[in-house]
């Protein structure tokens, strides 16, 4: 039986190479001389902080674009709450996203049984959901389906097996 799997993944090391950039051009742009504004990557978040809001807010658009650059999907950004720091100053922690959690898997499993095709089932493996069907055609019709629906988070296929 045709199967694929559905995941939910980051590309470590394009967050890494945006967060770089992001940094060189914060640190050369006009707008954000004097605000001793400072981005830090850790293992599952990124800490910016500046000056003020207003300073934080263009941060945060700066590395929101360098994401996207490096074609890493802005649903995988789970954004905080912006805090008072020391001495007057914003900080905003963003917290990356990876796996489906039970509360997506369960909209992503009613969604596939809602489409209504026959012969088509999912279920889910950890932090990925199997789909299996009995015709190839059938889980191309999942896939465009799943694709066309926002679940707020990154969602991507992959080990399509005859």
Known sequence: MPTFDIFSEIDNQEVKNAVDQAIRESGTRFDFKGTDSTISLGDT???LESASEDR???LVQLLEEKLVKRHVSLKALDKGKVIEATKGRA???I????GIDQD???KINSHI?????KGVSSS???DRLRVTGKKRDDLQSVITSLKESDFG????FGNFRD
């Open 45 to 47: 978040e990124i800490t």
């Open 56 to 58: 934080l807010a263009a």
């Open 91 to 93: 900080r905003q922690i």
């Open 95 to 98: 917290k990356l996203r990876a």
């Open 104 to 106: 997506n898997a369960k």
């Open 113 to 117: 049984k809602g489409i209504g095709i």
């Open 124 to 126: 889910t493996q950890g």
């Open 153 to 156: 988070i990154p969602i991507d």
